[in-house]
């Protein structure tokens, strides 16, 4: 184990150990996250639901599965990119994150993103995708990459409302698609300016 894997180790005990919030107290498993130190690609929802809180690993329930699927069509690896959420233990009936959840997971997330420094970060549902683009909406930006800071980010909704609502399974497809065409270099992202009274990047 070199210092990186070392070091995401680390981050990882951490996060199993971590009670900076309530949500601590009635996990089964904190879920840090997974994927190689060295990916380029950074996959990131919002929290664990039931399957991830019982196993300790991101996206293993049904929109895992799904995510799974997309990522094979997208021709995609699993085990070449690193996957986690925006907070790292299972809210409550896998209602939305609190802000103040977000919070005190913030500086883990950080330390991930730093650690790896993926070349791309795919924000899965509103929750990851508003901590980078504040104020936008997701059914507007959604599978349009945006570069920030030399870093691209790619807004999609999370596998799981392609789940609820039907409607929207084909849109996420066709997103992961243009995620393909981007990776080849098909698809140029776009320069990103955040509105001037908006803090930019207060997560990422």
Known sequence: MDEREQKLAQIHEAVRQCHRCPLGQG?????PGAGPVNATVMFIGEAPGFYEDQQGEPFVGASGKF????LEKAGIDRNSVYITNVIKCRPPGNRDPRQEEIAACRPYLEEQIALINPQVIVTLGRFSMARAFPNEKISQVHGQ????????????YHPAAALHQPSLRRVVEEDFMHLKEMLSGALKPSEYTPPPDVEQLSLF
């Open 27 to 31: 996990r089964t498993h904190a879920v």
């Open 145 to 156: 990459p945006r570069k920030v800071e030399g870093r691209i980010y790619f807004p999609m």
């Open 67 to 70: 995510l799974n699927q997309l």
